[in-house]
């Protein structure tokens, strides 16, 4: 008897198990499987985007510029002196705040405009105790000149009307 179920025994452990073959039939399909994905993926491009949206048109869009820069026109028509004045010197010599030459007062202006309009020019343009350079403004050197004669003969000056740059 012995003889019997050593023989048996003996067959059933030759043979494997079924979970044993599903793991290592698993273990060979599957990184078959994955190797198959990462091969059609490569070969349809390397993206699972579809073509239509690799057309010009969209890549166009997709990397369009994110801003721009648009330059002033370099030939533009200078603004009058009283344009200046409104949009940019008017914020403080229209009612002498800051300790500004109220536009007009000619008691004001007097000292000032005794030092010349050079002196007064390169005050305007630099800046002087609270004002900043150009008043704060983005006006040309020669539109700051002609708002300066502006207000200086307001104030009693009679200063010509500076010349354009060529």
């Known amino acids: ?15 494997p198990p079924l979970k044993l073959l599903t ?9 078959l499987v994955v190797v198959g994905v990462l091969v059609s993926i490569f070969l349809s491009g ?4 579809p073509k ?18 648009a330059f002033a026109e370099a030939r533009k028509e200078a603004r009058t002196g009283e344009q200046v004045f409104q949009a940019q010197c008017g914020a ?11 536009f007009g007062d000619a008691a004001a202006w ?13 005050s305007a343009l630099k800046g002087k105790g609270n004002m900043s350079p150009q008043g704060g403004g983005a006006s ?5 000149a002609r708002a300066v004669v502006y207000m200086a003969n ?8 500076p010349k354009a740059p060529k």
């Open 154 to 161: 307001a104030g009693g000056a009679k200063f010509a009307e």
């Open 52 to 69: 239509a949206s690799m057309a010009e048109d969209a890549v166009a869009a997709r990397i369009q510029k994110v801003g721009s820069i």
């Open 1 to 15: 008897m012995s003889h019997s179920a050593h023989s048996n025994d003996t067959h059933a452990s030759t043979r």
């Open 140 to 144: 040309s050197d020669f539109e700051v």
């Open 92 to 102: 403080c010599h229209a009612t002498g705040a800051a300790g500004s030459p109220k």
């Open 110 to 122: 007097g000292p000032r405009i005794g030092k010349g309009f050079d002196a007064l020019l390169t």
């Open 23 to 31: 793991s290592v039939g698993a273990s060979f399909v599957l990184p």
């Open 46 to 49: 390397g993206s699972s985007v």
